[in-house]
């Protein structure tokens, strides 16, 4: 299994107001902390090193 880099959501404008919504009102300090813990659930949810592993490569390079 890869990572899957092609668009997947089924409704990607309402996952991004999820996302903006949740962190509504946090601080910087509070909205880093909520983003790691949604890293690592999605990282468990996963499950699988060589994707994980994959997934950060990706993100590394699209800085």
């Known amino acids: 299994m890869s990572v899957n880099l ?3 959501l089924t ?3 309402d996952a991004y107001a999820l996302l903006l919504e949740a962190h509504e009102g ?3 300090a509070e909205s880093d902390a ?3 813990r949604l890293i690592l659930i999605l990282m ?3 499950g699988e090193m060589a994707v994980i ?4 490569e990706a993100a590394k390079a699209a800085r």
């Open 26 to 28: 946090l601080s910087k």
């Open 6 to 8: 092609q668009p997947n």
């Open 34 to 36: 909520l983003n790691a």
């Open 11 to 13: 409704a990607p404008d």
């Open 44 to 46: 468990n949810h996963i």
């Open 53 to 56: 592993s994959e997934a950060l």
